[in-house]
């Protein structure tokens, strides 16, 4: 049969629909259109109320395709209703049933990988490799649905996850992103932790570079200094993605947030103490229920003062089944305001970080085509530099960064 897959939303899920993929691979061919396909796996996203939108429209547009559909990812499982009631004959796969996947499209009964994550079997035309390390958390986030859907933290063996990594490296993968809800929290339901974790792959040998996917203020506290110490090995990109989701104590307490604004502005300043050039990425929810001008304001002050290269600003969208999705909230136009104006001051402040880069010599990973012939690099901390040179993908360059805009650096290759 020929199957195609269609991930949205975080790496997470397309690191999991990566691994439905190579299962799939075994007995099927994988195509990468709906036309050819036979069956269609549709791995959802529901993070936010427009997204779920999209993802009901392409249920449908799959649907009336009348070939076989496979809705998988976070809707699969906070929102099996709504599935059925659009699409009757879907088969619906939950994130924590993924090896069920082949008797899904063909019936295969009792289908049990030995390992998970599932090591990739392939190599494609992509630099990076997405391996999850385990699924759910520790969080009680008030608006959050993914805790819905994928329930509580789950780590999955570092033995399992170091053989993943090494797959992946010796089938020519050079950036291994390990990807998790909370990779913070990664390990504290089985005695582990993420340093040992990342010091354990930082052990395998190859060329690589390792990129640590999102973790919270309260998870990473604890073991801040052996984080430093783990983050201090060449192969880490120097990459810190801390969500704070506000500048105001109080309104952390309402979102279920298990920490304060002191401990996000700590972990930075021990981060930028460390790497001085560190690429620090933050999340900001703009409008929250009852959040007042002043609330917000302190957003806005904590952006300016810690200067983040990458904001990703979200406006407050109500999740069904969280608890924030009966509190007060805010008109829309004032959520659509502060939304705006977070994503402006973000945008001056990573300006003015990336021109303090121009005229430095930096190594990169060619990592992915641009437009115009352009191929997009990664610095050692993350930092996105675009050149016209024709270079292959996956390749460690040395290049001269000559301009810099909001969000990338423009550079030429000085050493092939
Ligand atoms: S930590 Fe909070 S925001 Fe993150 S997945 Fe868990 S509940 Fe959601």
Known sequence: MKVY??????????????????????????????????????????????????????????????????????????????????APTAKILPPDELCKILGMIDGTKNYKTKLYPYPPKRKEKRVEAIIPISSGCLGKCSFCITKIARKNLKSYPPDSIGKCVERAVNLGYKEIRITAQDTGAYGKDIDKNLPELINN????????????????????????????????????????????????????????????VDDFRYIVRRFRGAFNDITLSTDIIAGFPTETSQQFQKSCELIKETRPDIVNVKAFSPRPKTKAYTMKRLDSKIVKGRTKKLSKLRLEISKKNFESFVGRKEKILTAEFGKNNTVIGRTDAYRPVVIKDKIDLGRFVDVKIIDAYDTYLKGVVIQN
């Open 5 to 86: 897959f269609e991930p949205h939303g975080c790496s997470m899920n397309y690191g999991e629909a990566k691994i439905m993929e190579d299962i799939v691979s075994e007995r099927h061919e994988i195509v990468n259109n709906v036309d050819d396909a036979d069956v269609l796996v549709l791995a959802t996203c529901i993070v936010i109320e427009s997204t779920e939108r999209r993802m009901i429209n392409r249920i449908k547009e799959f649907s009336s395709t009348g070939k076989n559909l496979v809705v998988a990812g976070c809707m699969a499982s906070a929102e099996k209703e709504k599935i059925k009631n659009i």
């Open 201 to 260: 792959l930082t052990k395998i040998s190859g060329d690589f570079k390792l990129r640590i996917g999102m973790m919270n203020p309260d998870t990473v506290l604890p073991a801040l200094d052996e984080l430093l110490d783990s983050y201090s090995d060449e192969k880490v990109f120097r990459f810190l993605h801390l969500p704070v989701q506000s500048g105001d104590d109080e309104i952390l307490q309402k979102m279920g947030r298990n920490y304060r």
